[in-house]
Structures are given as C-alpha cells and as structure tokens.
Nanobody, 120 residues
Framework: QVQLVESGGGLVQAGGSLRLSCVAS?????????????MGWYRQAPGKERELVAS???????DYADSVKGRFTISRDNAKSTAYLQMNSLKPEDTAVYYC?????????WGQGTQVTVSS
C-alpha cells in the first residue's frame, strides 16, 4: 500500500533550521508514479486547524503560505520518491506537527506527522 513517512522534526531554538523529509513508498499501488504527484507540507498546532505550509507540483511549481515565504523551501527528489521542507529562521509560532500529503488524481495520502518545536 501507499505509505508516506516523515522525518527530521525535533526541538530547535528560534532562528534555527530544520529539514523535513517525506519518503513515499508503494506509490505504484495508487496507479501513479511519484514524479507525477503533487506533494504538500501541512502543519497543525494544538487547538488549531491543519494548514497548508507549502506545495510542489509534479512539474516543480511551488507555492507557500504567506507566513513562511522567504523562510521555508519545498523541494523534491523524484529518483528517491522524497519531498523535503527546508525550514530556516524558525519562530516559536512554527511549532506544530508537520504532515506531508501526496495527491494522486482524485485521492490523497497522508503521512503520520513529525513534531517540530521551536523554543524562544
């Protein structure tokens, strides 16, 4: 089955950096291939709704939430079936569980999430 596994979260001081990874496996079972699928990074802070942080299409077009523009960079390595989120200049308000999402035509898949905690 399709599985997304995030890693790279942790505790960092404000102003620091983290790089999240999301490895996709079993994509063939979705009837697609990784390079065709849009990928997104979302986050959910306690008591708040899950929000889109950044996305990247199969063609490499990126989009960002206003709150992370200029600080976060989404990228992908199709050969490794992996999406990345480079997070720089982290702020305490970036603290959340970060999830990756893969969109396959009319369906989508979620990873289990990775905790990012930014201390002030």
């Amino acid at each position: 089955q399709v599985q997304l596994v995030e890693s790279g979260g942790g505790l960092v001081q404000a102003g620091g950096s983290l790089r999240l990874s999301c490895v996709a496996s079993g994509v063939i079972f979705s009837g697609s291939i990784f390079s065709l699928n849009a990928m997104g990074w979302y986050r959910q802070a306690p008591g708040k709704e899950r929000e889109l942080v950044a996305s990247i299409t199969g063609g490499g077009t990126t989009d960002y939430a206003d709150s992370v523009k200029g600080r976060f960079t989404i990228s992908r390595d199709n050969a490794k079936s992996t999406a990345y989120l480079q997070m720089n200049s982290l702020k305490p308000e970036d603290t959340a569980v970060y999830y990756c999402k893969m969109v396959v035509v009319k369906s989508y898949y979620w990873g289990q999430g990775t905790q990012v905690t930014v201390s002030s």
